[in-house]
């Protein structure tokens, strides 16, 4: 299969599956990205030790439990 006709398939699917309007709003939770992600990542992670990712994590997980 081509590309468009998995574009094609997977609307008809959708619409089939959810109705057009379920579809339309299936649709809209995805959005173009812009940028170069992989580039991006590395600029803020490379600027960062392990130590720092895991303390931001773990104040992360403790502020969701505290809402939970």
């Known amino acids: 299969m081509s590309l468009e006709q998995i574009r094609v398939a997977g609307m008809a699917a959708l619409a089939r599956e959810l109705g057009i309007v379920g579809m339309v709003r299936f649709l809209q939770q995805f959005e173009t990205g812009h940028g170069d992600?992989?580039?991006?990542?590395?600029?803020w992670?490379?600027?960062?030790d392990v130590d720092?990712?895991?303390?931001?994590?773990r104040e992360k997980r403790a502020t969701h439990k505290k809402k939970n």
């Not at 992600?37 to 600029?43: D, G, V």
């Not at 992670?45 to 960062?48: C, G, I, N, R, V």
Request: glycine share 0%; charged share 35%; net charge neutral.
């Open 37 to 43: 992600y992989t580039k991006e990542r590395h600029e």
């Open 45 to 48: 992670l490379d600027a960062q």
């Open 52 to 57: 720092t990712i895991v303390n931001r994590i």
